[in-house]
């Protein structure tokens, strides 16, 4: 009897493990590789230092926040401004390749006014787009609900800069906050690993 339990007990094991490996060969085989290239602020830790700002001006943290406490850049219009902004970064030097940012926002509602347009060296259109508000909870009792958005692919065909660019049209009193901004280059399996 203990020979045939333990057979038993082998077999769901091997079972179990062979059906838990399923997910991750799956997930493995979903996407290309990426690597993430290190961007200098680009998270506002360092004011706005990187970054060149049209409207908005103020970097702001919020010592309350669950879920970041740390430096944003506030995308807050008053009375007394005029409608929207802009806050743009440039990758001086990016070699030929595909690649893709990303980026979290907070906003006052899922009806914002906001895009990003990513150019190349002298101004080439590479992408833009809308981030999707689509399922999310957004609103003015959400003062720390963070999202990440990701900018469609571009193929940057040789050697230059890149720059992205937020830019939002919303009328005084909305608010919203950008953080986080990311770019990562997709490794083409003919690619040689990058450390």
């Known amino acids: 009897m203990k020979h045939g339990t333990r057979r038993l007990l082998s077999l769901l ?3 179990a493990l062979a059906l838990g490996m399923l997910p991750g060969m ?5 996407g290309p590789d990426t690597v993430e290239i290190a961007l200098s602020n680009g998270d506002f830790e360092s004011g706005a230092e990187s970054w060149s700002l049209t409207g908005y001006k103020t970097i702001a943290s919020n010592e309350w926040g669950k879920n970041n406490s740390t430096n944003t850049l506030n995308l807050w219009r008053s ?3 005029a409608a929207g902004g802009a806050a743009s970064y440039t990758v001086s030097s990016a070699e030929a390749g595909t690649y893709y940012f990303t980026y979290d926002l907070m906003v006052a509602d899922n009806t914002a006014q906001i895009g990003y347009t990513v150019t ?3 101004d080439a259109s ?3 787009g809308s981030p999707d508000f689509t399922g999310q909870t957004l609103g003015w009792g959400d003062e720390d609900r963070w999202y990440t958005y ?3 692919q571009f193929t940057l065909a040789e050697a230059g800069s890149i720059t992205f660019t937020l830019s939002t049209s919303q009328p005084a009193r909305w ?3 950008l953080d986080n901004l990311k770019l990562f280059r997709v490794i083409d399996e003919a690619e ?3 450390p």
């Not at 799956?26 to 979903?30: D, F, G, K, R, Y």
């Open 175 to 177: 608010w919203g906050n």
């Open 26 to 30: 799956a997930w493995a085989a979903e």
């Open 13 to 15: 094991l091997s079972l």
């Open 120 to 122: 190349g060296t002298s």
């Open 79 to 81: 009375d007394m401004e």
């Open 150 to 152: 990701t900018t469609q």
């Open 126 to 128: 590479l992408a833009s």
């Open 192 to 194: 040689p690993d990058v």
